[in-house]
């Protein structure tokens, strides 16, 4: 009679400590909460062994976590399909008792060897969603589970379903709060980049204007001029920061509109282009080739595209640093305008291909050495999604350059 306060105790307790420690600290196997629940399983039942089994990241397999009673061969063997897993499922109160010889679970063929005869299956959920499993074992010639174990069982594995659901979700909160310290600091950074030769340049100005005025020198006004376009060059910079944190904002809750009206998306392309021209004209390290029709009417987010044009013209100019060509072309195809922009830069890996235009996502190797937030790429992906369009990255790997190509359906 005194069991089901021998269950709240001892998951009760793993619990207060899994959630002080962050849910990092760890026993041999797992991690305290998840052993304590398997232990637990055989102090109170009849069971030869015990385990718990969790759906992976990737929903594919149920795989073991915390064992008890069972060797280190099995639980390697062990490897439960998604599908076969919900196929068992019967709902969050519903157990099962598997004849192991007769219904083997996940194709294996080493019951006998681990001297299994029957499993008791009692599933673990979270919100009404199936996310593993509580499984306690008998050997062969042990007495079969009474109602006594069940229910004892069903009691354990509500308590582990609550525990888990708790630590898990402690551990997702510390994980956003990391990424939100993360984000801020990278942010922080990016926009604090501009502002230092602002801060130059206009102290620089301030001493120019100063001696001027004081000993009648005669103000250089090409020199003045340059300043000045300086200053509006990391301006823009700072607005396309802030215009792509909004953006990725709102893309977030779900509201980032697009006012389509009529416009020619040749002449934005050539703006553009023009643009980092300039910007890049005193380094002389870029080359910039552009092709595009006199016109391309268009009906989509003025404001955006050129937006999306500017951070993917800035990609190809950054990671372009022994410098080369960036070429920038304008193509009506069958599915669209398509716009292509390819440089012959540090190029990207194979295995960073499929990661990048996520939020806050950079490239690794070569390009983390590279300043930036990791969401011009996304804003991009964002504003031609948004227009029912595509963007799509393609290198051929490292020191090969880059291309990516925006289809913006007509």
Do not use: C
């Not at 390697?76 to 897993?85: L, M, P, T």
């Not at 007769?102 to 996310?131: M, Q």
């Not at 950074?189 to 009648?216: F, W």
């Not at 012959?344 to 930036?372: H, W």
């Amino acid at each position: 009679k005194d069991r089901p306060v021998l269950v709240n105790a001892i998951v009760g307790r793993a619990t207060r400590e899994e959630w002080r420690s962050g849910g990092s600290r760890r026993m041999t196997r797992a991690p305290r909460l998840q052993a304590a629940g398997v232990e637990a399983m055989r102090d109170i039942t009849t069971a030869d062994a015990a385990s718990i089994s969790l759906i992976n990241a990737e929903r594919t397999y149920f795989d073991l976590v915390a064992w008890a009673g069972l060797s280190e061969a099995y639980v390697r063997s062990r490897r439960v399909s998604y599908e076969e897993g919900h196929r068992l499922y019967r709902g969050p109160d519903q157990h099962l008792i598997i004849d192991l010889s007769r219904s083997p679970i996940g194709g294996a063929s080493d019951y006998e060897t681990e001297d299994l005869a029957k499993v008791l299956v009692l599933p673990l959920v979270k919100d009404g969603a199936l996310i593993g499993a509580l499984n306690a074992y008998l050997h062969r010639g042990s007495p079969d589970f009474d109602a006594e174990d069940v229910e004892l069982a069903r009691i354990l594995a509500a308590q582990a379903s609550i525990a888990i659901a708790n630590a898990r979700l402690f551990t997702d909160l510390r994980r956003e709060q990391d990424e939100k310290e993360r984000f801020l600091s990278i942010v922080s950074h990016e926009l604090r980049t501009p502002l230092t030769p602002l801060k130059a340049i206009a102290q620089l100005l301030i001493g120019r204007v100063r001696r001027t005025r004081e000993n009648g020198a005669v103000l250089d006004l090409d020199t003045l001029e340059r300043n000045l376009r300086t200053i509006e060059r990391q301006v823009d910079r700072m607005n396309g920061l802030v215009s792509d944190l909004l953006s990725v904002s709102r893309a977030g809750r779900g509201v980032l509109e697009m006012d389509r009206r009529p416009f020619d998306l040749a002449e934005s392309v050539r703006d553009a282009v023009a643009q980092y021209v300039d910007a890049t004209r005193e380094e002389g390290r870029h080359e910039f080739e552009l092709e595009a029709p006199a016109s391309f009417p268009v009906i989509a987010d003025e404001a955006r595209i050129e937006q999306v044009l500017m951070n993917l013209i800035g990609n190809a100019v950054k990671y372009s640093p022994r410098g080369g060509k960036v070429r920038v072309s304008l193509e009506r195809e069958e599915r669209g305008a398509v716009v292509t922009i390819a440089d012959g830069g540090i190029g990207i890996p194979a295995e960073d291909l499929p990661r990048l235009g996520r939020a806050f996502t950079r490239g690794s190797g070569r390009a983390a050495t590279f300043a930036g937030m990791g969401i011009g790429l996304h804003v991009a992906r964002l504003v031609a999604e948004a227009h029912g369009g595509t963007l799509e990255i393609a290198s051929e790997g490292e020191d090969k350059g880059a291309t990516i190509t925006v289809t913006l359906p007509l």
